[in-house]
């Protein structure tokens, strides 16, 4: 079945430094990708919207300047905090929509970001 | 936007029971409706999806129910077992239309033994 890659699990950085994370697409094509925050004990709240080759939609609220976002091809979409602040702490998810359309939006394992 | 709204927010219920976990949507043009199952520090997983235009739908103990016309939907899942204990979300979208998901705040379930 398809399989959403993301890289790293976990990361610990200091506050003021910036962090990357990867989000993979291992056996198909996704046109879109899209970018969670989860809170402990709370719901998955969108980020943004990235679309292979365009700038990313940015959901009401998100800082585009401090979460850059880039999806360079089709399997690959990459989330970088910039400047991180303790507040930044939280599990980061990414999801994919095969470029098919046809099948269920797959989702990544997470990364939990702790900004110390 | 589209607003879903999940009940109840925890539910323990003792294995070989059923639990049922109620959403409800309030966007008419959502056509799509997954449920999620999400365990502690994973990402979540899809159990079962249904689109508007069934109004049920099984896969082994897991079954889904739609109404369109009252707008909800539930999740069932008979003879529970220990391991599906989990966090369920259910969500809301409007398919092959690149939407994201808009999602419940989740259903904390827990089977005793």
């Known amino acids: 079945g398809a399989v959403v890659s993301q890289h790293p699990s976990r990361v610990i950085c200091k506050s003021g430094t910036s962090v990357k994370i990867e989000c993979r697409s291992l056996?198909?094509?996704?046109?879109?990708m899209f970018w969670y925050r989860q809170f402990p004990k709370q719901s998955l709240m969108l980020m943004a919207t990235s679309n292979e080759g365009s700038k990313a939609t940015y959901e009401q609220g998100v800082e585009k300047d401090k979460f850059l976002i880039n999806h360079a091809s089709l399997t690959l979409s990459t989330l970088t905090v910039t400047s991180a602040h303790p507040e930044d702490s939280s599990f980061y998810i990414c999801?994919?929509?095969?470029?098919?359309?046809?099948?269920?939006?797959?989702f990544g394992n997470g990364t939990r970001l702790t900004v110390t | 936007g589209e607003n879903v709204e999940q009940h109840p927010s925890t539910l323990s219920v003792q294995e070989g029971d059923s639990a049922v976990i109620k959403c409800t949507y309030s966007?008419?043009?959502?056509?799509?409706f997954p449920w999620y199952k999400q365990e502690l520090g994973k990402g979540p997983q899809l159990i079962i999806d249904?689109?508007?235009?069934?109004g049920e739908k099984k896969d082994q103990r897991i079954a889904v129910t739609l109404n369109k016309t009252a707008k909800h939907f539930s999740l069932h899942i008979t003879e529970t077992q220990p391991e599906d204990s989990a966090v369920y979300f259910c969500a809301a979208s409007i398919y092959n239309s690149g939407y994201a998901l808009n999602f419940g705040k989740g259903t904390s379930l827990l089977v005793t033994p």
């Open positions: 966007d008419s043009a959502s056509n799509y």
């Open positions: 999801s994919a929509l095969d470029r098919g359309m046809n099948s269920p939006l797959h």
């Open positions: 056996d198909f094509q996704a046109t879109t």
């Open positions: 249904i689109r508007s235009n069934v």
